[in-house]
Nanobody
Framework: QVPLVESGGGLVQAGGSLRLSCIAS????????VGWFRQAAGKEREFVAT????????YSAASVKGRFTISRDNAENTVYLQMNSLRPEDTALYYC????????????????????WGQGTQVTVSS
């Protein structure tokens, strides 16, 4: 088990910024790739960004590329999602997820590929 807890969500105006955090419990956090997903009301959960075990590799969805940055600090068991230039369409419940892997890749974009999930943190962007 890898309990994950997200934080950092809130209400922000369009054009503003937020930084989400995903904190994991356990001593093997560096054995997991981590992804961020989001789910807007009435829509499917969608991929946002993912980061490899070491943090050297990242991959982001086209809709957030250039605005959102994923990073991690394995010493702190934490993954971050820095969100800049926020838009009303970024409004959603944001989840982090962890995938056990032996490779240092950032390629997992499908919800079912992940093993553990947090409870989510709400991001609301007003126009």
């Amino acid at each position: 088990q890898v309990p994950l807890v997200e934080s950092g969500g809130g209400l922000v105006q369009a054009g503003g910024s937020l930084r989400l955090s995903c904190i994991a419990s356990g001593r093997t956090f560096s054995s997991y790739a981590v992804g961020w997903f989001r789910q807007a009301a009435g829509k499917e959960r969608e991929f946002v960004a993912t980061i490899s075990r070491s943090g050297r590799r990242t991959y982001s969805a086209a809709s957030v590329k250039g605005r959102f940055t994923i990073s991690r600090d394995n010493a702190e068991n934490t993954v971050y999602l820095q969100m800049n230039s926020l838009r009303p369409e970024d409004t959603a419940l944001y989840y982090c997820a962890a995938k056990s892997t032996i490779t240092d890749e950032a390629k997992w974009t499908i919800r079912d590929e992940y093993d553990y999930w947090g409870q989510g943190t709400q991001v609301t962007v007003s126009s």
